[in-house]
Nanobody
Framework: QVQLVESGGGSVQAGGSLRLSCAASGHTFNFTVMGWFRQFPGKEREFVAVLYGTGGTTYYADSVKGRFTISRDNAANSQHLQMNGLKPEDTAVYYC??????????????????WGQGTQVTVSS
């Protein structure tokens, strides 16, 4: 059974930075795809960033491009989301996700089988 556990959320002022981490345990070998989504109150979970393949191909939502960076540590079975230049509109619960197989749709939450419990990120103006 796979478990994903996020850490690193918290409160920060606009313009600040946070680094989210996601540690995987269980049958985690060779995740093909690792990513992050976020959820605003009353909204559907939305795509933030994804990393896949041996070359580490990445995709980002337009709203975070240039500010957020996704990375993975294969030896530690973990992934990270470095968030710089945070804005109040980034306030949300952030979830890490993984899949051994390439999802039908990278941007659709239902395409991913494994999820963390979520971590709150709050950005004040």
């Amino acid at each position: 059974q796979v478990q994903l556990v996020e850490s690193g959320g918290g409160s920060v002022q606009a313009g600040g930075s946070l680094r989210l981490s996601c540690a995987a345990s269980g049958h985690t070998f060779n995740f093909t795809v690792m990513g992050w989504f976020r959820q605003f109150p009353g909204k559907e979970r939305e795509f933030v960033a994804v990393l896949y393949g041996t070359g580490g191909t990445t995709y980002y939502a337009d709203s975070v491009k240039g500010r957020f960076t996704i990375s993975r540590d294969n030896a530690a079975n973990s992934q990270h989301l470095q968030m710089n230049g945070l804005k109040p509109e980034d306030t949300a619960v952030y979830y890490c996700t993984s899949s051994r197989y390439f999802p039908i749709d990278l941007y659709r939450p239902s395409a991913y089988p494994y999820w963390g419990q979520g971590t709150q990120v709050t950005v004040s103006s």
